[in-house]
C-alpha cells in the first residue's frame, strides 16, 4: 500500500503556466479569429464568438481580467470582423461595467443566472450590430437578429465550459 502510494506521481507545488495571466486574452483573440475563417454565408447567422468567450471568461473569473483588456480586445475584435472601428471597444467596456455592477450587487450567482446574464448582454450586442447596420445603410429587419442570438445563448454553456477547462489548464490544477 505504501509502495503504491509512493508510484502515484502528484501535482503537489505544481503552480500556474507561464504566461498564464495571457490565455483569457489569448483565447479571446483566438475566437474573434474565427470569423476569418472561409465560411460564406449570404445572412450573419453566426454569433460574435470573441464576445461569447469574453463574457464567458468573465463570469467565471471577474479576477482574471484587468479592466482595461476590454478596450484592445474589442479593438481587435473590430478589425477582424468587420465593425466600425469603437464598436466592440465601447460595447465589451460596457459589458464589463455591466458585470461589475452586477458582481457588486448579487450575493450569489447561480449557472441559470449567469445563462440569463449572457443571454441579456448577447441580445444587447446582437441589438447594437443591428442598429449600426441600419444607421450605415442596410435593410435588415430585427428578425435577422434571431438566429445568431439563439445560437450563442445555446451555444454559451459550452463556451463557459470550454473557458472552464482552459482555467484549470492554466492554473495548473
Do not use: C
Not at 13 to 27: H, K, L, T
Not at 66 to 77: E, I, K, R, S, Y
Not at 129 to 140: D, F, K, S, T, Y
Request: no cysteine; hydrophobic share 60%.
Amino acid at each position: 500500500m505504501v509502495r503504491a502510494a509512493l508510484a502515484q506521481k502528484r501535482n503537489i507545488g505544481q503552480g500556474p503556466v507561464p504566461g498564464a495571466r495571457f490565455v483569457p486574452a489569448i483565447s479571446v483573440i483566438a475566437a474573434s479569429l474565427l470569423t476569418a475563417l472561409p465560411i460564406v454565408s449570404t445572412s450573419g447567422w453566426y454569433p460574435d464568438f470573441g464576445f461569447l468567450v469574453l463574457i464567458s471568461w468573465r463570469l467565471l473569473r471577474a479576477d482574471a481580467w484587468p479592466a482595461w483588456w476590454a478596450a484592445p480586445l474589442g479593438f481587435f475584435n473590430d478589425l477582424m470582423t468587420g465593425h466600425p472601428l469603437g464598436f466592440s471597444v465601447a460595447l465589451w467596456t460596457a459589458s464589463m461595467l455591466v458585470l461589475d455592477l452586477v458582481d457588486r450587487r448579487t450575493m450569489w450567482r447561480g449557472y441559470w443566472l449567469e445563462w440569463a446574464l449572457a443571454t441579456l448582454l448577447l441580445f444587447g450586442n446582437e441589438t447594437a450590430e443591428w442598429r449600426i447596420a441600419q444607421v450605415m445603410g442596410a435593410w435588415l429587419p430585427f428578425v435577422t437578429i434571431v438566429p445568431p442570438l439563439l445560437i450563442a445563448t445555446l451555444a454559451f454553456p459550452v463556451f463557459a465550459w470550454l473557458a472552464a477547462r482552459l482555467d484549470r489548464w492554466r492554473l495548473g490544477r
